[in-house]
């Protein structure tokens, strides 16, 4: 089993590309062909009208699940549909072993509506800290990665998250308010503020890139599972941008966390959006 930072370094600097072709071929051979070709039997609903499930969720998931260990022996999978199958397998994000956290498709109803803004999302974690992150968009044509205390980049250049302009309103998505506890609403009734202009978000991992790509100033989001959040949080730290829970900590990927939270541009927006999150409560 790896163990030390330097030994995930050294991995990530051999294997970082096979990662990145693991993730592109799972894409390429059972997500991409069912895009807007899904028939009525392939989609189903988990706890809910918006819990979609697609069977390009669960071959993707499957074909990385079988893939990712192979690259990095003693690893573990934490996947959105393992967990449905088997919620203990969540806890292995605290454990010793080097863990992928995937989301197979990250935007389950865009994709379902035949749109583009869905993407799959892969992070690299050791005990709890992410250590690297891939976020595809297939449809976009568009492949992010990050690898922490190394930087973030969008198809192989540089990606910084830079600061909002001054003089003009915050664009913040967010959490939409049917999802959420009464505590959460009040929270999020925050940014309805004087010179923020808050839209719900789409696919969290396509709103991380957003950040990172400064082209939305912040995210604030009420829940906690990790492979929505942990691949896109890393882009956005490395390519310059902040990240604070309501309680004004880094956000965890093990839970626990205060909620809301936000990713932001610069460390300023960060504390303005969780300021305003914390005045409404």
Not at 109 to 138: D, H, I
Not at 166 to 191: I, N
Request: hydrophobic share 40%.
């Amino acid at each position: 089993m790896i163990e030390t930072d330097a030994s995930i370094d050294q991995f990530l600097t051999r294997h970082a590309p096979d990662v990145e072709a693991a993730v592109r071929e799972a894409a390429a051979r059972e997500i991409v062909p069912r895009w807007r070709r899904l028939a009525a039997h392939e989609v189903d609903r988990k706890s809910g009208p918006h819990d979609l499930v697609t069977d390009a969720d669960r071959e993707a998931e499957r074909h990385l699940t079988a893939e990712l260990p192979r690259l990095l022996p003693g690893s573990v999978v934490v996947g959105e549909e393992g967990v449905h199958a088997d919620p203990s397998s969540y806890e292995a994000i605290g454990g010793d072993a080097p863990v992928w956290i995937v989301d197979p498709v990250d935007g389950t109803r865009q994709f379902v509506r035949g749109e583009t803004g869905y993407c799959t999302l892969v992070a690299l974690a050791v005990r709890g800290v992410v250590r690297a992150s891939w976020t595809y968009a297939p449809a976009l044509g568009l492949l992010a990665t990050a690898v922490r205390g190394q930087g973030a980049r969008l198809d192989g250049e540089p990606l910084r998250s830079g600061s909002p302009e001054p003089g003009r309103d915050l664009r913040v998505a967010t959490s939409h308010p049917d999802f959420t506890t009464d505590e959460q609403k009040r929270a999020l009734l925050g940014l309805r503020a004087d010179g923020v202009s808050p839209r719900p978000c789409g696919s969290a991992g396509l709103e991380y890139l957003a950040v990172a790509r400064g082209e939305l100033d912040a995210t604030a989001f009420n829940w906690e599972l990790a492979w929505d959040h942990a691949a896109g949080l890393l882009l956005v730290e490395e390519a310059g941008g902040a990240q604070l829970t309501r309680a004004g900590i880094p956000f965890a990927i093990r839970g626990g966390n205060t909620l809301p939270f936000t990713a932001a541009r610069d460390e300023a927006t960060a504390r303005r959006v969780v300021e305003l999150l914390s005045a409404a409560v």
